[in-house]
């Protein structure tokens, strides 16, 4: 599984993906106040 995290502003995502099929397992997306 790959865990990756992307700041983009003062947003901030949460990805994880199946390192085997490519499925996006979770996507959580915080705003940084």
């Not at 700041?7 to 959580?28: M, P, S």
């Amino acid at each position: 599984m790959y865990e990756i995290e992307i700041k983009a502003g003062r947003v901030e995502h949460e990805i994880e993906i199946d390192a085997y099929t490519g499925e996006v397992l979770k996507h959580e997306r915080d705003l940084d106040h």
